[in-house]
């Protein structure tokens, strides 16, 4: 998938205690865990913070680090077989999801994610 083709730039990058959070313009957000790399991983969240955006957006520069990551390769990397699926939820749900998600550095959709992956893992079919 070619970022430039497609014109999928990042938007914003946000810092969660192992993982990073980057939003895409498309309105998508990347969850990329510091265990991408060996430098992010033993970076200080003081060098990570100190970042800019390069190529337009299709990329982080992380200076204090001497590191690069690209949305392509984080795709390239992690795949991007996701499939949507709507659902409805009653609202008190969905604050109860969207409040634990908040407070373990996830989105909606990450957390829904592992809930379910956990709960069939746990199934004896």
Known sequence: MST??????IKSVGFGS???FIELNTGRVLVVPYSYT???EQ??????REYRLIGGGRGIHFPLIDEDI??????RDFGNEIKRVNIS????L?????SFA???????????QKATSAYIGGLNL
Request: charged residues 30%; neutral net charge.
């Open 43 to 48: 970076a200080t969240q003081d060098e990570l």
């Open 89 to 92: 939820l009653p609202i008190l």
């Open 38 to 40: 060996k430098r992010l």
């Open 70 to 75: 690209s949305v392509e390769g984080i795709i």
């Open 102 to 112: 908040q407070k373990h550095h996830l989105s909606r959709s990450a957390l829904l």
């Open 94 to 98: 969905l604050d109860e999801i969207d």
């Open 4 to 9: 430039l083709k497609n014109k999928i730039l």
């Open 18 to 20: 192992d993982r990073l």
